[in-house]
């Protein structure tokens, strides 16, 4: 009898995935303007007294929030990407493709750069005095009725097409009144605004980390029930509705997951390019696969490495610099990724 | 097994065909046959459950076909649609697992029962060597039967396909063809097929569906449609003459008048000679009555020929011709 191939992400790979996740994560604890040793850092996890007293506020009240926020940032939108990639039939699909990010940085845009366009500006001063969590609410708001409004239309479009180009048609419009508010506004504002643009994972505070972690962790859920579905789809809509597949539903669900990972990370670190696309195809071109049991959990702890990692370069450790996280996602990223991917069996789409 | 009655299919308010009262037995294959546009895929989509259809019903086991719930309809009926499959980088075994699709839990694990069926799908089709194989990496003829071994693992009691033979040579089709027909009687399923394959239909189908463009549909066995004269009217209305005897469609028209043949009768070197004369445009003649242009095949190394200007002899079949086409003097006449 013949043995047929195994299906799914192998044991090893999930280890292997693993302990380079939490080196990333010990590496990004460590590293910083100041470096405290790994043995340090491992104490003070623990519970333990370090050598000296800053580095335990040092690691609780900066890094460990910033690298939990990395982590799950990563997870996010390479789990989107993924999503996106396969639903769309399309390579170069992000989990932004439907305008959520587009929909965060207008709502974002207002906020900042809002009060100095003049007279609809009375009622954002007043959601400006939340300070720094009105950026988050604000983005929030802004992905948030994006996402309903992409929802309501998937429910009735038939053709997946038109929902991509609905999508773009979107960002494409939320881009043009973001301009046009830079356009209007005072330089230090748009410099705000150019920061947040910039993306970081370190603006996220505990008390924000209680809203951003459930609800991606919630969305990152929604991901796992829908590899099934999305493994369906890979035939087409056709042969999945053969399949016994709600496409529709399936549809909703899918786009729900990805708008959430999506728009709840741009929410609080700003728009995050490049994960979403490529993490997904490392992990295909790496795994030699299509099956979404194994392409999804591995694109997550991929995303979430490759997150951490970014993040530790981007702080220039040893120095007081802090580089923009999608300039330096963009430089170091790049390369990498295209030595991964032209190394491989030739580029497929999911 | 699959029953419709009184089933009018099309498409918004413009339909393609009306009143059309099919059944589809288990263990039987059937071949939908008819030209460009007549509605063939449509009538499949609507069979599939994938179209409504504009008035009557479909049933499937007593029930109505659009009222079984997707996931119970995905373990009856299974469908190979036309165009090729691009679902990326997944190996062969791995798309045949798909078709598990309503059997498996919400992550798609595989129980033993799962995989005993899919080994079964890929022995039946004949495709397990292929099983490690990326799917991009086969032939069409191969990815074929994957499909087809992928609509098997539903263990379906009708497999519905829409022109399976398209993109393959003729020993594929031949093939592809007689493995349906294997199958319908090895799993005792209804097996419908659309396909232009008139010839191959002709000689494996159990029975065929003919639908003309005028939306009309004939049933019958094959041999039944092509005594009855449906197989020539569907496809004269197409300006494509149909020959009742020979079972296949003119593609000469006779323009060099008539040539009467003498041989063998079931002599295989006289059935090529009258396809040669056919092919440069005599109309031929092998009832006995001798025409002025008259042929014997003697055997497969002799051919004589008798003209009103004379008598040759030819040792192949290309002098022959030769001879009947040359522009000299014992040229036959030309009509």
Redesign the interface.
């Known amino acids: 009898?013949?043995s047929?191939?195994k299906?799914g992400l192998r044991a090893w790979i999930v280890v292997l995935l693993l302990v380079i996740l939490a080196a990333a994560f010990i590496l990004s604890l460590t590293l910083g303007s100041v470096r405290i040793p790994p043995e340090q850092v491992l104490r003070i996890l623990s519970g333990g007294e370090p050598d000296k007293a800053s580095w335990a506020d040092v690691i609780f009240k900066f890094r460990l929030p910033k690298a939990i926020t990395a982590l799950l940032v990563g997870a996010a939108l390479s789990a989107a990407g993924l999503q996106m990639q396969t639903l769309f039939?399309n390579p170069l699909a992000d989990p932004f493709i439907l305008g959520v990010s587009s929909g965060a940085s207008l709502g974002v845009a207002l906020v900042i750069l809002g009060t100095g366009a003049g007279s609809a500006s009375a009622f954002i001063a007043g959601l400006n005095a939340f300070g720094d969590l009105s950026l988050a609410l604000a983005a929030s708001l802004g992905a948030g009725t994006v996402l309903g409004a992409v929802l309501i239309v998937s429910r009735r479009v038939q053709n997946t097409v038109t929902l991509l180009i609905l999508g773009l048609m979107f960002g494409y419009l939320t881009n043009a009144v973001v301009s046009l508010l830079i356009y209007f506004s005072q330089p230090e504002r748009v410099q705000v605004f150019s920061l947040w643009a910039a993306g970081s994972f370190g603006g996220v505070t505990w008390n924000q980390m209680r809203v951003f972690a459930p609800v991606t962790i919630a969305g990152l859920f929604i991901g796992f029930?829908m590899?099934?579905p999305l493994?369906?789809l890979?035939?087409?809509d056709?042969?999945a509705?053969?399949?016994?597949?709600?496409v529709r539903r399936a549809r909703f669900w899918i786009i729900l997951s990805a708008s959430l990972l999506a728009g709840v990370s741009t929410a609080f670190c700003g728009p995050i390019w490049f994960i979403g696309v490529a993490v997904p195809h490392v992990a295909?071109s790496l795994l030699?696969?299509?099956?979404h049991?194994a392409l999804l959990p591995a694109s997550m702890l991929m995303g979430a490495s490759f997150a951490l990692v970014a993040d530790v370069i981007a702080q220039a450790p040893g120095s007081q610099y802090v580089l923009p996280l999608n300039v330096v996602m963009s430089l170091f990223g790049v390369p990498v990724i295209l030595w991964v991917i032209l190394h491989q069996?030739q580029l497929?789409?999911? | 097994m699959l029953t419709t009655s009184s089933l009018t299919i099309g498409y918004h308010r413009r339909p393609i065909a009306f009143s059309l009262d099919l059944e589809l037995r288990p263990a039987e294959m059937v071949c939908l046959i008819g030209p460009n546009g007549a509605g063939k895929s449509t009538l499949l989509r609507t069979l599939?459950g994938?179209q409504e259809p504009l008035s009557g019903t479909v049933r499937l086991g007593g029930a109505d076909l659009f009222s079984i719930?997707?996931?119970?309809?995905?373990?009856q009926?299974?469908?190979v649609?036309t165009g090729r499959?691009?679902?990326?980088?997944?190996?062969a075994?791995?798309?045949v697992?798909?078709?598990r699709?309503?059997y498996?839990d919400?992550?798609?694990r595989?129980t033993p029962r799962d995989?005993e069926a899919?080994?079964r799908a890929m022995q039946l089709t004949g495709c397990?060597?292929l099983?490690?194989r990326p799917i991009?990496e086969l032939s069409d003829g191969e990815r074929q039967k994957v499909m087809i071994a992928r609509a098997l693992a539903?263990e379906p009691k009708v497999l519905l396909l829409d022109e399976p033979t398209a993109f393959l040579d003729l020993p594929r089709r031949v093939e592809l063809l007689q493995l349906l027909k294997r199958l319908s009687r090895e799993t005792r399923c209804a097996v419908l097929l659309s396909t232009h394959d008139l010839d191959l239909a002709l000689r494996i189908a159990d029975k065929l569906w003919l639908l003309s463009s005028s939306g009309e549909l004939h049933i019958g066995l094959p041999e039944e449609l092509a005594l009855n004269g449906a197989l020539a009217r569907v496809f004269q209305s197409e300006g494509v003459e149909f020959d009742h005897a020979r079972g296949a469609f003119k593609v000469h028209q006779p323009v060099c008048g008539p040539i009467s043949l003498h041989g063998d009768r079931d002599g295989v070197a006289t059935a090529w000679t009258w396809r040669a004369l056919e092919r440069i445009g005599y109309e031929v003649h092998n009832n006995g009555v001798r025409r002025p242009v008259h042929v014997d095949v003697l055997d497969s190394h002799h051919w004589h020929l008798t003209t009103p200007h004379g008598q040759s002899d030819h040792p192949t079949l290309a002098s022959l011709l030769n001879a009947l086409t040359a522009p000299s003097g014992n040229e036959p006449k030309r009509g």
């Open positions: 009898m013949l047929f191939p299906l039939r029930v590899m099934k493994n369906a890979l035939l087409g056709d042969y509705r053969s399949l016994g597949l709600n295909r030699n696969t299509a099956d049991r069996r497929r789409f999911s | 599939a994938m719930p997707a996931l119970e309809l995905a373990k009926l299974a469908v649609l499959v691009e679902a990326g980088n997944l190996s075994y791995a798309l697992t798909l078709g699709h309503p498996t919400w992550l798609g595989l995989e899919v080994r397990e060597a099983a490690a991009h539903q």
